[in-house]
């Protein structure tokens, strides 16, 4: 394929560390008990590099 994917890295963030406190500062309601997930993976092609994190939400009640 010409695009790679390289290996999944997962974390749990929790309250204390940057990106947890990043997400509050952005507007997100998080308590200090919760937990939100978080995975990242590097892609190549033709040579570059596209290093690509993703935060999840925690569980929220979306039911209208």
Not at 24 to 33: F, I, N, P, Q, S
């Amino acid at each position: 394929p010409a695009i790679q994917r390289g290996p999944l890295e997962v974390a749990s963030l929790r309250s204390g560390q940057s990106l947890f406190e990043q997400a509050k500062r952005y507007g997100l309601e998080l308590d200090d008990k919760a937990t939100m997930w978080a995975r990242r993976s590097c892609f190549s092609f033709a040579g570059n590099s596209l290093l690509v994190c993703e935060m999840f939400l925690p569980n929220q009640d979306w039911s209208i």
